[in-house]
Each structure stands twice: as C-alpha cells, then as structure tokens.
C-alpha cells in the first residue's frame, strides 16, 4: 500500500502486529489514522521466515539462555517495508541499550516522514541486523520489557500528538508540560465543589491574565518541587524568577 505523500507513515516490525494496531484505534492516534495524518502498517517477521515452520529465533552462539532473534526474517520485513513507500526511512530499535526518549527525541520522531520501528523479543537481535539496518537506539526507560512493542507504541502515540493537525484546538501540544520544559500546572473542572474540596478562585475569576500568571507559577512551582533538575538547566526570565520565588515563600510559609 503505497503512502499519500505528505502523510507520516510509521511501520512496525514486530511478532505481535495485532498488539501494535491497537496504537491507531483509540484516541488521538485513532483520529490521526482515520484522517490520514498518519498511516500505520506492521510487518511480521514469521511471514518472511526461510522455513515451512516460520522460525524467527533460534539459540545464542555463546551458549545462555533464551533465544535470539534471527537476522534475515526480520531483514525481509524490513526491506518489506522499505519497499511500500518510495520514501527514505530511519529505521529505530526499541532497546534499553537505547537513547533516552524525551520530548526532544520525540519532536525529531514526529518530524521524519518515515519511520520504521524495529521491535525486540526474546533476548534480543542478532548484532549483524542492527549493523545493516538500525539508525538509532531508544529507550522509554530504564526497564526491561519482554518485547520493544509496548515502547514503539509510546514514541508512536507520544510523536502522533505533535503532528500538524492531530489535536484539536482544544489541546494543543506547545502547552504540553514538557513542551514548555516545564511540568504541568493543576487542571479542575465543574463541580465547583467536590466533598468540600473547592477551585482556586483565580480560575474563576474571567481574568485570563490572572489565569494565565497562576498556571505559570504553578507549573515553576511544581517543577521546583518535583523535577528541580527540570530547572537546573534552564534561564528563568524576571517574571519566570519572581513568580517561583513568590510560590516558595508561600511554600515555606
Ligand atoms: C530483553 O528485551 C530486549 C532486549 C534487547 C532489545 C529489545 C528488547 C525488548 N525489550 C525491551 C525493549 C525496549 C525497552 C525500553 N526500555 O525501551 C525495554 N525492553
């Protein structure tokens, strides 16, 4: 199925292409999909296994436990994929030997036309595969799953969110927390009160200046609270510096 031009295509490399379809069948990744900002394709590699059995692992040289993923399947699948969409594709592994996934890495994810996500099972995959055909190792974490999959679907739904289009006007993604750098600042809704549990009165006010200062000074607020290595590499500017130091006061207080 060859792409519409402009749309992102993403494919998945995977034994359980089932588990990694349901990425594009909830929410903003759904509507994405059903509106062809993005395109969603798997590819498994057991369809391109050499023998009638469709053996994708087999045992490590070296001896241990466990099996390892065998190169020419999962190179089939690839080249597979490659070949469904004239367009260049950086190919990325979900491993824990991989990069950090953060909101930078995952902005650069949105931005590529292609890409082909390679996902782990067993042990691992043979070397030689990642030699020929992996661009760049990422990691969602410091943790092992039993398989990249889960991973794919995180840096697919965490790019899909930054994709022109793919939020409505109601959230949009430059006031994401970490778009900001920042954490996010406490969100309410109706009721106004929930077992004597009220709103801050700001937010109630209409005075969306006043809102708009409240939510900054909590989200500095929080940052220093929760994830001050957030702030430690960051200029705030004079407002940025007198609400934090207003929210600490308080804090203290
Ligand atoms: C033993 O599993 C592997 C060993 C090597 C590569 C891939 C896998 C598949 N598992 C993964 C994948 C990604 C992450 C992560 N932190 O992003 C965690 N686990």
Sequence with gaps: MTGTPNSRRIDVITVFPEMVEQVAR??????????????????NPRDYAEDRHATVDDRPYGGGPGMVMKVAPLHRAIQAARAADPRPARVI???????????DRVARL???????????????????LLEAEVDEELSIGDYVLSGGELAAMVAIDAATRLVPGALGHEDSAAEDSFATGLLDHPHYTRPEVYERRGVPEVLRSGDHGAVDTWRLK??????????????????????QRRLLDEFIAEHRA
Excluded: K
Excluded at 110 to 128: K, M, N
């Design 26 to 43: 909830f929410g903003v990744v759904g509507r994405a999909a059903e509106r062809g900002l993005i395109e969603l394709s798997a590819w």
């Design 93 to 103: 592994h979900l491993s824990p030997q991989g990069a950090r996934l953060d909101q």
């Design 110 to 128: 949105a931005a590529c036309e292609r890409v082909i996500y390679l996902c782990g099972r067993y042990e691992g995959i043979d070397e030689r």
């Design 218 to 239: 909590q989200a500095l607020g929080r940052t220093w609270l929760r994830r001050p290595d957030l702030l430690a590499g960051r200029e705030l500017d004079e407002r």
